[in-house]
């Protein structure tokens, strides 16, 4: 055989042995992704496929999901080691375990030397306009919406850019993430440990992965959307009944993990009734998504705001103690003892009070049930002991 035959046929071996391989990734990655709905293990499951030995290899890579409301690009998660020293511990355990994607991403210890890293730290919070300006980076990527490979000397006109303060870079990759209709997101990810200069095959590759893994996402996104719906009250827009007994279940088990306190929170307008009549219906629902409207914009984003039924309210206060929670239930009852409500037909604003019952797990319950009734009868010892005031469970609200 000549020479150049068997040159070329070498190399159509090597291609096709590239392309099996390329196509195994996407489907392993793809395989991973259909097996959960759950937004942030999607999530995982992609950055796992961008940086894993056995995915496509990056060092380091960062998602980002775009926030219509707030017309911004939110940092969501992040997956590389913060030092050579940290990588070189990551992919040697990698090496040792021997483990396919699948098990990668199944990996608690893994996972727990991927999260412990400065950059997964750095991403929270960060959030990126989608205005284009000096500096822009990744808003003039999302604007484009195709693959952008930036290295130096171009890619030093952006290092004032807010992406580059936190993934110093020589070379990166930003890959738009694509729904049905529009772009949902970016990916961004280097080589910075390994200095591996990143290939147009590798783009070509990046590219399809997204493809794939921004469908994932938006269905995702639009399951979560009916989830959060259905356990939503229709009238106030807090969290329901349904919701509340489950994830008060599901916190008091994390609480107990983590040896930490739960304050629960029994809130009860005072009054409603005679509001109600004197209003009318209509405007009780008006007074009732007023309050939830206060309650959720006193309460943390760690806390759980739900309509118990009628116009009682509970709050699940998380990582809280029983003094922690009286201090918010005081400043929650105050800001809604000087809010002006609506007027309807009276001369002047309406003034509305509450009474709030407190109890503390594992101080005051041990069971879910007993925590809620300890708060329950703590808030009606508050609104017959003269309304407008908190009382903290103990002995006698048991």
Request: net charge negative; with cysteine.
């Amino acid at each position: 055989m000549d020479k150049p035959i068997a040159k070329d046929l070498e190399n159509i071996k090597g291609q096709l042995h590239q392309a099996q391989k390329e196509l195994s990734v996407l489907y392993d990655i793809s395989n991973a992704m259909r097996t959960t709905l759950e937004l942030n293990h999607i999530m995982y499951i992609i950055l796992t496929g961008v940086t894993s030995h056995a995915g496509l290899g990056f060092n380091r890579a960062i998602l980002f999901l775009v926030n219509r409301q707030d017309r911004c690009l939110e940092a969501k998660m992040a997956i590389g080691p913060e030092s050579g020293e940290h990588a070189d511990q990551i992919w040697t355990y990698i090496k040792e375990s021997d483990q396919k994607l699948e098990d990668l991403i199944a990996d608690d210890k893994l996972s727990q030397l991927q999260n412990s890293s400065t950059l997964y730290e750095a991403i929270n919070n960060l959030k990126i306009p989608l205005y284009t300006g000096e500096g822009s980076l990744l808003a003039m990527a999302f604007h484009k919406g195709t693959p952008l490979l930036l290295r130096e000397p171009e890619l030093d006109q952006y290092r004032n850019a807010p992406l580059l303060q936190v993934f110093h870079s020589k070379e990166l990759i930003i890959v738009p993430l694509k729904g049905k209709e529009k772009i949902i997101g970016l990916i961004v990810a280097d080589n910075i440990f390994t200095q591996k200069p990143i290939t147009g095959e590798d783009v070509k590759i990046f590219v399809m992965l997204a493809n794939q893994a921004g469908l994932a996402i938006e269905n995702s996104q639009l399951y979560e959307m009916v989830v959060q719906k259905s356990h939503t009250d229709s009238i106030t827009q807090v969290w329901n009944h349904g919701f509340f007994q489950h994830t008060l279940s599901e916190e008091m088990e994390k609480a107990k993990s983590a040896n930490e306190k739960l304050t629960l929170l029994m809130i009860d307008i005072d009054n409603f009734k005679k509001l109600n009549d004197t209003y009318g219906h209509q405007n009780g629902d008006i007074l009732l998504r007023e309050l939830a409207r206060l309650l959720k914009k006193s309460s943390r984003d760690r806390d759980f705001v739900c309509r118990y039924g009628g116009e009682e309210f509970s709050i699940i206060l998380t990582q809280t103690s029983k003094e922690q929670g009286f201090d918010i239930a005081e400043r929650m009852r105050e800001e809604i003892a000087h809010h002006s409500f609506p007027k309807f037909h009276a001369d002047k604003d309406l003034n509305i009070h509450v009474s709030i019952g407190l109890a503390t797990s594992p101080d005051d319950a041990a069971s879910k049930e007993e925590l809620i009734a300890k708060a329950d009868k703590a808030m009606y010892i508050a609104k017959f002991g003269g309304k407008n005031q908190t009382c903290i469970a103990d002995k006698e609200a048991g």
